[in-house]
């Protein structure tokens, strides 16, 4: 089985700022990850779709110790946002600084701002992607 949506080609989207998904033609449902199978109807075969970037922050968490190699970056907000289509992405909040995220964020509009390049570690494959959101 063959993926529609391989991790490299989702990260090698974000870098051109483009947030790439996956609609299952089975069932419809929109994916913004990587997947083989549909997890609503078990389908394999999928189109490829690249998401709005609106959306509304379901939930998040400010992260004081980063990973191996960004300490520089901490602290930051980590998101999970529910995107105007429907599916939910993990990405970061940008232009809010982290002592002022509080409980009053859930639920506020941000859309897609860019994405951040980090370089890989010990444990990972290498560079990765990930979306950068701003509060609108």
């Known amino acids: 089985m063959e993926a529609k949506l391989t991790f490299k080609d989702f990260n090698e989207g974000l870098k051109q700022g483009k947030l790439s998904g996956l609609k299952c033609q089975g069932c419809g449902e929109l994916i913004a990850q990587p997947r083989i199978l549909c997890g609503k109807c078990g389908g394999s075969e999928f189109d490829s779709i690249e998401f709005a970037g609106p959306g509304s922050i379901q939930t998040f968490t400010v992260n004081y110790v980063a990973a191996e190699g960004r300490e520089a970056e901490a602290p930051y907000i980590v998101a999970i946002v529910e995107?105007?289509?429907?599916?939910?992405?993990?990405?970061?909040?940008?232009?809010?600084?982290?002592?002022?995220?509080?409980?009053?964020?859930?639920?506020?509009?941000?859309?897609l701002s860019g994405v951040a390049v980090f370089q890989g570690d010990k444990y990972s494959a290498g560079e990765a992607a990930r979306p950068l959101f701003k509060l609108l």
């Open 83 to 111: 995107l105007d289509e429907g599916p939910w992405v993990m990405g970061n909040i940008v232009g809010l600084k982290p002592e002022a995220a509080t409980i009053d964020i859930i639920g506020k509009r941000v859309t």
